[in-house]
């Protein structure tokens, strides 16, 4: 029976969709079944990530339209992924979209709810299917106060088990104050860290090739962290 895990910031352009689509690898590889459902209506994103923007015939929007079945829309592959619809409809009301999402639990270990930037309409269809959440944050304050802005909002939703990521880390800005440290975005969000993600230049590449960056690359072995962690490892937060 699948996790339900919602990825948001509050603030765009953090990192949500990267980070969705680099854990998702990682918990394949490590033989878990894992379905990405992207909630960025008209901007969505996993479909090119995840190399299957080709594949998209349907989307979530048309099973709650009535257009198709759950089993249609589900875009097959290593990771499955349930892709954003292009344009807003009345019917895509929060609780629509949680009974289709649940409705697929017992065919995965771990299903992430991929938000679009902001706390309003979008992030609220999402988050109605969350029962856990993580918080993607880079290290400056705007985007950290946002993150703290969403914690609240999730809080009030009654997704009470968040985590934070914070993603594209540079030592230097930071060691020079430039960026937030880790402590300091700890702080400012309120929320138990999970996992950090340095700044990884491979990681745009996989919008144009779908193919995520090699194993060895940083981010990937940051996702491989998280991974573990979500899996309930126990292992160090940050590379040694
Ligand atoms: N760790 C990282 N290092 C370098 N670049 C990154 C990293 N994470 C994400 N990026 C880049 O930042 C940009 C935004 O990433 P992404 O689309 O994942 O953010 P998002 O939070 O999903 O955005 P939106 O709010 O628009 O949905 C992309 O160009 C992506 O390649
Ligand atoms: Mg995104």
Not at 94 to 120: H, M, N, R, T
Not at 195 to 213: E, H, I, K
Request: aromatic share 6%; glycine share 8%.
């Amino acid at each position: 029976m699948a996790e339900i895990i919602l990825v948001s910031s509050g603030k765009g352009g953090s990192g949500k969709s990267s980070f969705t689509a680099g854990v998702s690898r990682a918990l394949a590889f490590a033989g878990k079944k894992v379905l990405d459902v992207d909630c960025d209506i008209g901007l969505r994103s996993l479909d090119l990530l995840l190399g299957a923007s080709d594949k998209v015939v349907f989307d979530w929007g048309d099973v709650l339209l009535g257009r198709c079945t759950a089993e249609q829309a589900v875009i097959k592959g290593e990771i499955d992924l349930l892709a954003a619809p292009s344009r807003f409809d009345s019917a895509f009301e929060p609780e629509a979209l949680a009974k289709l999402v649940k409705s697929l639990k017992s065919s995965y270990d771990y299903i992430f709810i991929d938000s679009p930037a902001g706390i309003d309409k979008g992030f609220q269809i999402a988050a109605a299917c969350a029962e856990k959440a993580i918080v993607v944050t880079t290290p400056d304050s705007i985007c950290v106060r946002s993150c703290a802005r969403a914690f609240d909002e999730l809080d009030r939703l009654g997704v009470k088990d968040v985590r934070l990521v914070i993603n594209m880390f540079e030592v230097k800005p930071v060691c020079k104050h430039k960026l937030l440290n880790i402590d300091q975005c700890i702080d400012e969000t309120g929320v138990q860290l999970i996992g950090v993600v340095p700044r990884d230049a491979n990681l745009g590449y996989c919008s144009v090739t779908g193919a995520s960056p090699s194993e060895f690359s940083p981010s990937t072995l940051a996702f491989s962290r998280i991974a573990k962690r979500i899996t309930g490892k126990r292992v160090p937060l940050v590379c040694e």
